[in-house]
């Protein structure tokens, strides 16, 4: 049974960070990819970041490049947001979500965790 868990989360000024933590279990990491969206107040959700847990290949949206790095830990089973110079823009609820590298969809999510920066 795949399962996810967020952490990290809190509220910060802009210019802050946080690193937000997604702990999986159930996926064997050479043929899962991760992912990190997120949902701001009366918007969709939005892709943020993924990462190919074989080969280490990242993915970011534009909005958040060079200010997020997402990364991977094999021995603790960890998928890892860091975000520096946050911006109001980018508070959301956070959630990683896990899928095998050769689908397309997203299969399993965590519960989300709220990010809040204020100005």
């Known amino acids: 049974q795949v399962q996810l868990v967020e952490s990290g989360g809190g509220l910060v000024q802009a210019g802050d960070s946080l690193r937000l933590s997604c702990a999986t279990s159930?996926?064997?990491?050479?043929?899962?990819?991760v992912g990190w969206f997120r949902r701001a107040p009366g918007k969709d959700r939005e892709f943020v970041a993924s990462?190919?847990?074989?080969?280490?290949?990242?993915t970011y949206v534009d909005s958040v490049k060079g200010r997020f790095t997402i990364s991977g830990d094999n021995d603790r089973n960890t998928v890892y947001l860091q975000m520096n110079s946050l911006k109001p823009g980018d508070t959301a609820v956070y959630y990683c979500?896990?899928?095998?590298?050769?689908?397309?969809?997203?299969?399993?999510w965590g519960q989300g965790t709220q990010v809040a920066v204020s100005s």
């Open positions: 979500a896990a899928k095998r590298i050769s689908e397309v969809r997203y299969n399993y």
């Open positions: 159930g996926i064997t990491f050479s043929n899962y990819a």
């Open positions: 990462i190919s847990l074989n080969g280490r290949s990242t």
